[in-house]
């Protein structure tokens, strides 16, 4: 989890060749990374959220959630329902 000042760019922005790209990229601050290989996805999923509702109580930011494409979540929007988070795609 991070926080980042939006930067919009185009695909072509972001695939260009390292030494072709014209916008730097976004910083990341306040990371915070976990991992468990004892507790299930659901527990560390919900470790993620709690983090994030303290850092934005108010639900005020714009929250984006990369999945890793686990068969068993696929057809779900995100895991934010397990939060009881809205969703959106």
């Excluded at 919900?46 to 994030?52: G, K, P, S």
Aim: proline residues 10%; charged residues 25%; glycine residues 4%.
């Amino acid at each position: 989890m991070y926080e980042i000042t939006p930067a919009p760019r185009t695909p072509q922005d972001v695939l260009a060749p390292t030494n072709d790209k014209t916008l730097p990229a976004p910083k990341t601050k306040n990371k915070w990374l976990t991992a468990s290989v004892v507790q299930d996805a659901a527990t560390v999923v919900a470790d993620i959220f709690d983090e994030a509702q303290r850092r934005d109580p108010d639900g005020a930011r714009r929250w984006v959630a990369l999945v890793d494409g686990s068969c068993r979540h696929r057809h779900e929007p995100s895991c934010a329902h397990l939060a009881g988070m809205p969703t959106s795609m």
